[in-house]
T-cell receptor
């Protein structure tokens, strides 16, 4: 079974600074998808960024970028120019591309605090 | 795009009672998912529908849990004979049915068992 591990329960960053959230995963599949979701307090979960495993190029969405290391099974999220609105729980998620499963497997999350 | 809607937002019930939650997906989305999230954890997959067909169920979905999507639009999740361990946030998500599409989540229904 696939597992996702987020080793940082909490992180903090100063406004306008850069922070990196870590995620590792375990799978025997060769093709899969990885996601970062953001869950603000008492609000719905929002997709931040996605990465297809077959793509070598790291995904980027504005201030958000990933460092995808397939061999190391690592998928970290970098937030540049942090803003107060970035404060939230961040979840790393895995979805296999084989076997027809649609489920997302989530890590336990990292709580990000942004200090003014 | 009005987003995924879940009702009720909160449900408080006594142990042993039955509860039912409703999820209305984004209108053009034919895939619908249920997840459960307990405090301090990430969401855990429960089940998935493509249109009205329930195609995947987790082992977490015990025989006290049943989910339906009768007309391929809204879905209900029923828990019978609730237990303390059922206390959680129940999240619904939907996505388009072509390829690997991002799942859009609702606000969730928080269930508290007294």
């Amino acid at each position: 079974a696939q597992t996702v591990t987020q080793s940082q329960p909490e992180m903090s960053v100063q406004e306008a600074e850069t922070v990196t959230l870590s995620c590792t995963y375990d799978t025997s599949e060769s093709d899969y998808y990885l996601f970062w979701y953001k869950q603000p307090p008492s609000r719905q979960m929002i997709l931040v960024i996605r990465q297809e495993a077959y793509k070598q190029q790291n995904a980027t969405e504005n201030r958000f970028s990933v460092n995808f290391q397939k061999a190391a099974k690592s998928f970290s999220l970098k937030i540049s120019d942090s803003q107060l609105g970035d404060a939230a729980m961040y979840f790393c998620a895995y979805r296999g591309a084989q076997g027809g499963s649609e489920k997302l497997v989530f890590g336990k999350g990292t709580k990000l605090t942004v200090n003014p | 795009d009005t987003g995924v809607s879940q009702n009720p937002r909160h449900k408080i019930t006594k142990r042993g009672q039955n509860v039912t939650f409703r999820c209305d997906p984004i209108s053009e989305h034919n895939r619908l998912y249920w997840y459960r999230q307990t405090l301090g954890q990430g969401p855990e997959f429960l089940t998935y529908f493509q249109n009205e067909a329930q195609l995947e169920k987790s082992r977490l979905l015990s025989d006290r849990f049943s989910a339906e999507r009768p007309k391929g639009s809204f879905s209900t999740l029923e828990i019978q004979r609730t237990e303390q361990g059922d206390s959680a946030m129940y999240l619904c998500a939907s996505s388009l049915g072509v390829g690997v599409q991002p799942q859009h989540f609702g606000d969730g229904t928080r269930l508290s068992i007294l």
